[in-house]
């Protein structure tokens, strides 16, 4: 049979570009690199105008940075003044006005620390405790003198001449939380413990009423009734050597345990006293 071989396509047609076109593709390349060199420049030149229009920095000098720390130390001075005042006029009234503990007014708002024997001497939250006598008298707030303390601190850094430390240590007194809680306990019957020898003591003990301060509402806001006593045995250690004074000898090691031991019964009982809010009777 007799075939047929189709004859091959026709070659496309090749586009040839026109010599102005690739020209005006160069030289739009070329505006858009001259564009963006531009905007850099001109940012450069409006940041630099604007660094040129801002004043130079003053070097702080001595005299300010010691006025500087002297305001501080005198604002945190005045502070502690006025958290002073308000805090024994509250304290007087509260306390004259026989305020009682209230369980029907609910829980008290603040929870006091566990009294610890870690710190020898040292109270485990603000304490003042005072006769009943006393109470016309100076109520001088716990918080408020540990306060005064970092006061004089920042005064003897700046008499030293270390004024920034100075100014940031008083600064630091602005806060809140540097008046927290304050604790009065009104004794009505007080007996000191007594070392008999190194061996007997007399024990001691209070009784009266707890008074819980809040620096931030500027009120009593709990109360209540305190009994402690001496332990019935308490441990301790002294020295027996022959050549030893008498401040570590039985009888004042003694003493100083049990005046340890009376002031941790007492811590305890008030933390045990304070559960409620206090009001009028």
Known sequence: MPYRIPAPPEPEAIDVEEPYAAVLRTQRRNARIVFMVMVVVLAGGVAKAARSHQPPRRPVTEAARIDGARVAIAGARARAAAAQLRFETTMREAILDDVVPR???????????????????????????????????????????????????????????????????ARALDRPERFGYDVVLVARTTREPRAMSGREYEPGEIEGRAYLYDFSSGRVVCAGDVAAKSSRAIGYVYSDRSDTPPSLGPVASMGDAIHEDIRLQTERAIVAALRWRSGPR
Do not use: M, N, W
């Open 103 to 169: 369980p029907d007014l609910g829980a008290c708002p603040i929870s006091l620390p566990a009294a610890s024997s870690l710190a020898a001497g040292r109270s485990s939250f603000p304490l003042l405790t005072v006769e009943r006598s006393e109470v016309d008298g100076t109520l001088p707030s716990q918080a408020v003198a540990g306060v005064l303390a970092d006061v004089r601190r920042a005064e003897g850094h700046l008499a030293a001449g270390r004024f920034e430390e100075a100014k940031l240590y």
